[in-house]
């Protein structure tokens, strides 16, 4: 019953489009409106029933019982809602309020106020994809893959996206419980975090205890992290730095430019990733020139909460042979995002192109597999601002056995490359599951992360 109330709430959806447009508070772009009116003829077949549409909302003007319920707003929000997530692309395409439209904005420029972590719609549920570095869901223990079932005693399950973040985001100062299940246990838990103003520190580094191995942390591709990636390497080389770690774990990702800029500071040429288009077509992205740290020897840290824009990075790295990387499987994430901007600030989030790593391999749903498997505790990763006050004893004695592991590959002048057996076959390039052939880029100059966002995760 309720999916049938969704699919006739996104045939109201349309018909409300156009015939009262503005008076719902959402109108589709007028390019869009001209693509769909100059569409050739195989495309009008999928036309939407208008009849049948206005049937549908006349009989629940009339009818439904509840009526507080019949809102236009919240209706059009789940309408559009409905037809994002029955196009089947979970996690990725998806509809964005206002306020999540405003609070994502915040995201890529670095700073937003919630509980610190990154979350995908799978399933139904609220995942964590990661948590953001020094943020209260990291010292809570949140990790990735975690998933939320309650907000302050409230059901989340089956709630669209926008409604479940909504019971999570706060003011900075305040608090919210949140009940966490373990998807691997099962075992469940309340977790009660105060909300803070979170800040990203996008770039950090430290010379690793007693070596010469400066250790490279890269938390979030925000814009601005390639100018800060090339100062912090230059840092390490100007102290005399012979190896990086490029710390890639619990890295959510962000901006495709910032992927590309970040592989580019490693690799000399080729390509740093592979778009793939609804029509098949193949785009080279090709390294950026003037890399700063493309011949020191280097590892690659990886976990499962290593998503997007991270995975082009280690994707390149791998095919290139530039770098081991250890770790874990990362997350999964394979699609290049475009952002439509509706009338009224909300925004679609549509997938319109796949990405591939430089040989062809495909992460969606897959993920980028270590050549070197190591597993840690989330709460044994150490990060440079630790390292800094660390000796090498207590280095030793951190646990944290991927960059330990890193170190000694990295000390035996064996971490430029794959080494060990565990290293990942090659794998064929799986059929592309097509979009939406109706979609058409935004005008120019519109206001977006136009063609920018690799993958989608929600900041909380």
């Given at each position: 019953?309720?999916?049938?109330?969704?699919?006739?709430?996104?045939?109201?959806?349309?018909?409300?489009?156009?015939?009262?447009?503005?008076?719902?508070?959402?109108?589709?772009?007028?390019?869009?409106?001209?693509?769909?009116?100059?569409?050739?003829?195989?495309?009008?077949?999928?036309?939407?029933?208008?009849?049948?549409?206005?049937?549908?909302?006349?009989?629940?003007?009339?009818?439904?019982?509840?009526?507080?319920?019949?809102?236009?707003?919240?209706?059009?929000?789940?309408?559009?809602?409905?037809?994002?997530?029955?196009?089947?692309?979970?996690?990725?395409?998806?509809?964005?309020?206002?306020?999540?439209?405003?609070?994502?904005?915040?995201?890529?420029?670095?700073?937003?106020?919630?509980?610190?972590?990154?979350?995908?719609?799978?399933?139904?549920?609220?995942?964590?994809?990661?948590?953001?570095?020094?943020?209260?869901?990291?010292?809570?223990?949140?990790?990735?893959?975690?998933?939320?079932?309650?907000?302050?005693?409230?059901?989340?399950?089956?709630?669209?996206?926008?409604?479940?973040?909504?019971?999570?985001?706060?003011?900075?100062?305040?608090?919210?419980?949140?009940?966490?299940?373990?998807?691997?246990?099962?075992?469940?838990?309340?977790?009660?975090?105060?909300?803070?103003?979170?800040?990203?520190?996008?770039?950090?580094?430290?010379?690793?205890?007693?070596?010469?191995?400066?250790?490279?942390?890269?938390?979030?591709?925000?814009?601005?992290?390639?100018?800060?990636?090339?100062?912090?390497?230059?840092?390490?080389?100007?102290?005399?730095?012979?190896?990086?770690?490029?710390?890639?774990?619990?890295?959510?990702?962000?901006?495709?430019?910032?992927?590309?800029?970040?592989?580019?500071?490693?690799?000399?040429?080729?390509?740093?990733?592979?778009?793939?288009?609804?029509?098949?077509?193949?785009?080279?992205?090709?390294?950026?020139?003037?890399?700063?740290?493309?011949?020191?020897?280097?590892?690659?840290?990886?976990?499962?909460?290593?998503?997007?824009?991270?995975?082009?990075?280690?994707?390149?790295?791998?095919?290139?042979?530039?770098?081991?990387?250890?770790?874990?499987?990362?997350?999964?994430?394979?699609?290049?995002?475009?952002?439509?901007?509706?009338s009224d600030g909300s925004a679609l989030m549509l997938a319109v192109q796949e990405w591939l790593t430089p040989s062809g391999r495909v992460i969606w749903h897959k993920g980028i597999a270590p050549d070197v498997s190591v597993t840690t505790a989330a709460a044994n990763i150490v990060l440079p601002d630790a390292e800094r006050a660390m000796t090498p004893a207590q280095l030793q004695a951190s646990n944290d056995n991927q960059l330990l592991r890193a170190l000694e590959l990295l000390g035996s002048g064996k971490a430029s490359h794959a080494t060990e057996a565990t290293a990942q076959p090659d794998q064929p390039v799986l059929p592309f599951v097509e979009a939406s052939p109706e979609l058409v880029p935004l005008p120019a100059g519109a206001p977006a992360l136009h063609k920018s966002t690799v993958g989608w995760e929600f900041p909380i």
């Amino acid at each position: 019953m309720k999916r049938l109330l969704e699919l006739l709430i996104v045939l109201i959806l349309l018909i409300l489009t156009l015939t009262v447009g503005a008076g719902v508070g959402v109108v589709v772009d007028r390019d869009v409106l001209l693509a769909h009116a100059q569409a050739p003829t195989a495309a009008t077949s999928n036309a939407p029933n208008f009849q049948l549409i206005q049937q549908a909302w006349d009989k629940i003007n009339q009818v439904y019982v509840d009526r507080s319920a019949i809102q236009s707003t919240p209706l059009t929000y789940g309408a559009i809602s409905g037809m994002v997530d029955a196009l089947g692309d979970t996690g990725h395409s998806v509809f964005l309020t206002p306020q999540m439209v405003k609070n994502e904005n915040n995201f890529t420029q670095g700073q937003f106020e919630g509980i610190g972590a990154e979350v995908q719609s799978k399933n139904g549920h609220v995942v964590i994809v990661a948590p953001i570095d020094n943020s209260p869901a990291q010292r809570a223990g949140l990790k990735a893959g975690d998933i939320i079932l309650k907000a302050n005693g409230v059901s989340l399950d089956g709630l669209p996206l926008d409604q479940a973040i909504s019971k999570i985001l706060g003011p900075a100062g305040t608090q919210v419980t949140l009940t966490i299940m373990d998807p691997q246990t099962g075992a469940t838990r309340d977790v009660t975090l105060t909300r803070a103003r979170i800040t990203y520190q996008n770039v950090s580094w430290a010379m690793l205890p007693g070596t010469k191995i400066a250790d490279v942390r890269v938390a979030a591709f925000s814009q601005g992290v390639t100018q800060e990636l090339k100062r912090a390497l230059t840092d390490a080389q100007s102290q005399g730095a012979t190896g990086i770690v490029l710390d890639l774990r619990d890295d959510p990702g962000g901006l495709l430019d910032e992927a590309v800029g970040t592989a580019s500071q490693f690799l000399k040429s080729g390509d740093v990733l592979l778009e793939k288009d609804a029509q098949g077509n193949i785009t080279h992205v090709a390294v950026q020139s003037g890399g700063v740290a493309t011949n020191l020897p280097m590892a690659v840290l990886v976990n499962g909460g290593t998503a997007s824009a991270a995975e082009i990075v280690a994707g390149a790295l791998q095919d290139a042979h530039r770098a081991t990387v250890i770790g874990e499987t990362t997350f999964g994430t394979g699609t290049v995002l475009n952002q439509f901007n509706l009338s009224d600030g909300s925004a679609l989030m549509l997938a319109v192109q796949e990405w591939l790593t430089p040989s062809g391999r495909v992460i969606w749903h897959k993920g980028i597999a270590p050549d070197v498997s190591v597993t840690t505790a989330a709460a044994n990763i150490v990060l440079p601002d630790a390292e800094r006050a660390m000796t090498p004893a207590q280095l030793q004695a951190s646990n944290d056995n991927q960059l330990l592991r890193a170190l000694e590959l990295l000390g035996s002048g064996k971490a430029s490359h794959a080494t060990e057996a565990t290293a990942q076959p090659d794998q064929p390039v799986l059929p592309f599951v097509e979009a939406s052939p109706e979609l058409v880029p935004l005008p120019a100059g519109a206001p977006a992360l136009h063609k920018s966002t690799v993958g989608w995760e929600f900041p909380i």
